[in-house]
Every structure is written in structure tokens, then in C-alpha cells.
């Protein structure tokens, strides 16, 4: 295999050391007469556009380029000195395959140039959470696929939240249970990044992963390069990505106008009545889309969104300024799973067409091509045991109640399971999802 890097000899260098485990060839030119860049592209499966090198010309006519590079066939993509959505999108249009900061984290650099380089499945998960772990451990074992999962940062209550205000940093928990749920570590060791002090005065309730995070965001800097160095460490298969790198609280009102401030608060529902429907959720201060998870949906093959908390988990994360847009204007399928069971305080009473229908509502129209719909049968004793929280199984409706909701290709499956609590089951979800992304992506995609 072999790719070509339009621009500077020292980028080819550099991917070339980060490629030379996987045996890709690198090589560059400087060079644009049609006939060197047709020769360069004939004997290369993949083009790196290095746009820092050609700085000097005017953003229309670097433009111009890579729609010329776009369409000398292997696909493109673009290493960017300063990446941000806008020049994100500008790629997306002329065709580029994928966009990435020339300064990018070397193991993310590595799987997202393969990836296009192999053509292979690229799915974003979206979410936080249980359902998102999850998720993520089903899809671990799909061949051919670059997974990334894009974790919400609302989390202000328990470990999470005490560490978040204590240290100024991002909310560790759901973050690391991405990065176990994609780890290729030793059991152990995964055991270790889970395990929760039962005692020992302050550390009681603590996650060690959690303080793992928190010691390598003080060490690398920030929170995301922690995840990126967390990452590393139990070598994942895949990328995990904060939503956003802005500290900040997620905000609710209520239909009767009143506010609650706080993912914990919205959470525990105390002192209003559960069945008190949400009106909207926004960020104080106003939270930014992290670049790199921007990218990794806007690119994305599938975008998965859900399952986890309606609005604690999965909406925030459209609450995050420029996400949605990134769903909404890339290139991907989108599909939203279903939670199995509705909570009080947050959807109680909820059906299937009201999940859906909040969903539509934060991407800001109906742009989704699937649902998928949990019809596993509960025992009475689970649903008995539920009702006691004030808590139901989600009720589907008829095919067309949910048709007046989105145009969706709606599935109905088997994707539960129920022990002492009611779950989605990893293989079954998978499966599922395979199945539907075989439709919507068509044969091209297979593997």
C-alpha cells in the first residue's frame, strides 16, 4: 500500500515513521503539473492533501486544488495547521475523504488515514452512559470497522462530579467507560481501571480510572490528551472523544417554566412532580464541539445515536454548539436506538414517537434513516420490579404512529436482555446494527 502527501517531505517523514508498522509506503510532491500529480495518484491509494504547505495561496485557490486532487481518483484527505469546522466543511464539499490536524495524536492519525486507506466501515457513536458502553462493546468485534465513540460531558454528579470541581477538568466517568469498553488490555487491568473504592475516608466512591484520568489531564494538560494517553495505555480499538473540551453545566426548564441546573439535579428528579416534561436543555456557558469530534461525525459512514439518557446522556450532546450541525451536514446514515424503559423526571410516560420526536426536534428536522426498536417481552416480575421506581417499558405503538415522527426505516428486534436489571444486550444490538447498516450503506460497505 502506498500514499501520497502532497506538500512537504518532512509531513511524508513523519506519517511514514507513523505508518512504517503497517507497511505503507509514503511518498510526496511538491509538484502540480496534471501529468506528475495523474503519476503520483495512479501508484497511490490514498492522497494527503498538507494544507500548511500552501499557505500562500488564497483560500479559494487552495480550494481549488484539492477539488483537483478529489478527482484524480484515490480519495483525499486533508492535513490541516488549524483545523475548526468551516474549513471541516469546505473539505466535505470537494470531496475529501476526511480532515485531520497535522499536529494529530499519532495512534488517531494512524487509524483514521487507514481506515480510508482500507475503506474501511467508519462508525461514530454518539452518547454516554451505560447504554453507550454497551454499545461499544458490541460493535468492538465488527471487522473492518474504525469505531469512535463521542462521549457526552455533563456528568457533575458522584466521582465524576467531585473531580470535575475539585480539579477544573472535564468529567471523567463516561469517558472511561468508553475507553474500557474498547480496551485491548488485560482483563485486569481493566478491572483496575474500574474498580471503586468501597472505603478509605476520601477516596470512598472514587473510580481509579477516574483518578487515573484526573493525574494524566494534570501531567498531559488537559483532559483530552489524558483520554489520548489513557487511550494508548490499554492500546483501544478505536477513538474516544469528548464532546466538547468546555467545562460548563447542563441546564433544563420545565413545562411549568421551572429551571434546574445540573445533569445530577435534572437526574435525581427531586422536588417536582415525574412526570413533569422537559421543555428544552441548553449549556452554561455555551459549550463548542470539539474539532476532532466534529470531523470523526462529519466524515463518519454511520452515526449511531443513543442508547443512554434522553436528555442527560444523548440530547446534551446536541446542546453542544456546531454537533448537530455536524450530523445534519455530513455524510453519514444516521440511526437512533431506542431506550428499553422511560424515567421519571426525564421521560416519563415517554412512548417510542416521543424519544424519536426529541431527537428530530435537536438535529433541527427529521434527518434520520433509522430506528431501532427493542421488542424484547420483560417478565412480570421485571416490569413489577420497575414500576416501583415509577419506570416502564418504552411502548412502540403501530408502524404508523412512528411514521408521523420521522420517515426513518424503523426495526423492531430482539435486542434486550433482563437479569436483575433490564439492559440492551451487546451481540444482539450489534448484530442488529449490522444488519441496518448493510441496508442503508449498501453492498459497497459489506464485510
Known amino acids: 500500500m502506498r500514499l501520497v502527501v502532497v506538500g512537504r517531505e518532512a509531513v511524508a517523514a513523519a506519517i511514514g515513521s507513523a505508518l512504517s508498522r503497517v507497511h505503507v509506503s509514503v511518498g510526496s510532491t511538491a509538484d502540480l503539473r496534471p501529468a506528475s500529480l495523474k503519476s503520483h495518484a495512479k501508484r497511490s491509494g490514498l492522497i494527503v492533501f498538507d494544507e500548511p504547505h500552501w499557505i500562500g495561496l488564497s483560500r479559494r485557490e487552495r480550494s481549488a486544488l484539492l477539488r483537483r486532487l478529489c478527482r484524480l481518483g484515490p480519495p483525499c484527505v486533508v492535513l490541516s495547521g488549524r483545523p475548526e469546522p468551516d474549513g471541516a466543511l469546505e473539505a466535505l464539499e470537494a470531496g475529501a475523504s476526511d480532515y485531520l490536524s497535522s499536529d494529530h495524536h499519532q495512534r488517531e492519525l494512524v487509524l483514521r488515514l487507514m481506515a480510508v486507506l482500507q475503506g474501511k466501515r467508519r462508525i461514530t457513536c454518539i452518547g454516554g452512559g451505560t447504554g453507550l458502553f454497551t454499545l461499544l462493546l458490541g460493535l468492538k468485534s465488527l471487522p473492518?470497522?474504525?469505531?469512535?465513540?463521542?462521549?457526552?460531558?455533563?456528568?457533575?454528579?458522584?466521582?465524576?462530579?467531585?473531580?470535575?470541581?475539585?480539579?477544573?477538568?472535564?468529567?471523567?466517568?463516561?469517558?472511561?467507560?468508553?475507553?474500557?469498553?474498547?480496551?485491548?488490555?488485560?482483563?485486569?487491568?481493566?478491572?483496575?481501571?474500574?474498580?471503586?473504592?468501597?472505603?478509605?475516608?476520601?477516596?470512598?466512591?472514587?473510580?481509579?480510572?477516574?483518578?487515573?484520568?484526573?493525574?494524566?489531564?494534570?501531567?498531559?494538560?488537559?483532559?483530552?490528551?489524558?483520554?489520548?494517553?489513557?487511550?494508548?495505555?490499554?492500546?483501544?480499538?478505536?477513538?474516544?472523544?469528548?464532546?466538547?473540551?468546555?467545562?460548563?453545566?447542563?441546564?433544563?426548564?420545565?413545562?411549568?417554566?421551572?429551571?434546574?441546573?445540573?445533569?445530577?439535579?435534572?437526574?435525581?428528579?427531586?422536588?417536582?412532580?415525574?412526570?413533569?416534561?422537559?421543555?428544552?436543555?441548553?449549556?452554561?456557558?455555551?459549550?463548542?464541539?470539539?474539532?476532532?469530534?466534529?470531523?470523526?461525525?462529519l466524515f463518519a459512514d454511520l452515526v449511531l445515536i443513543g442508547p443512554g439518557d434522553l436528555y442527560t446522556s444523548v440530547l446534551t450532546n446536541f446542546a453542544v454548539d456546531r454537533l448537530a450541525e455536524a450530523v445534519v451536514r455530513g455524510r453519514s446514515k444516521r440511526v437512533y436506538i431506542c431506550n428499553l424503559m422511560t424515567k421519571p423526571g426525564e421521560t416519563h410516560g415517554y412512548t417510542v414517537k416521543d424519544h424519536v420526536r426529541e431527537v428530530v426536534r435537536y438535529l433541527g428536522g427529521d434527518k434520520l434513516d433509522g430506528v431501532i426498536v427493542s421488542d424484547t417481552r420483560f417478565s412480570a416480575e421485571s416490569i413489577a420490579e420497575y414500576a416501583?421506581?415509577?419506570?416502564?417499558?418504552?411502548?412502540?405503538?403501530?408502524?404508523?404512529?412512528?411514521?408521523?415522527?420521522?420517515?426513518?426505516?424503523?426495526v423492531r428486534a430482539d435486542v434486550a436482555n433482563q437479569t436483575e436489571l433490564v439492559r440492551h444486550d451487546s451481540a444482539k444490538l450489534r448484530n442488529e446494527v449490522q444488519r441496518l447498516a448493510d441496508v442503508l450503506l449498501g453492498p459497497r460497505y459489506r464485510v
Open 388 to 410: 416501583k421506581k415509577d419506570q416502564s417499558p418504552v411502548s412502540a405503538g403501530g408502524v404508523s404512529d412512528l411514521s408521523r415522527a420521522t420517515r426513518a426505516k424503523i
Open 144 to 297: 473492518q470497522t474504525l469505531l469512535t465513540s463521542i462521549v457526552n460531558m455533563s456528568d457533575d454528579g458522584g466521582s465524576s462530579g467531585k473531580l470535575s470541581q475539585t480539579f477544573g477538568i472535564l468529567p471523567p466517568g463516561d469517558i472511561r467507560r468508553s475507553l474500557v469498553a474498547l480496551s485491548n488490555a488485560p482483563d485486569l487491568m481493566n478491572q483496575i481501571i474500574q474498580h471503586r473504592f468501597e472505603k478509605g475516608g476520601e477516596l470512598h466512591g472514587h473510580s481509579f480510572g477516574n483518578l487515573f484520568l484526573t493525574v494524566l489531564a494534570e501531567v498531559r494538560g488537559s483532559m483530552a490528551e489524558a483520554v489520548r494517553a489513557l487511550s494508548d495505555i490499554l492500546n483501544i480499538q478505536g477513538v474516544v472523544l469528548p464532546a466538547t473540551t468546555t467545562l460548563s453545566r447542563l441546564v433544563a426548564e420545565f413545562k411549568d417554566g421551572t429551571v434546574v441546573k445540573g445533569e445530577s439535579r435534572i437526574d435525581l428528579c427531586e422536588g417536582r412532580a415525574p412526570d413533569l416534561r422537559i421543555r428544552r436543555i441548553w449549556h452554561e456557558p455555551a459549550s463548542r464541539c470539539h474539532i476532532d469530534a466534529y470531523t470523526s461525525i
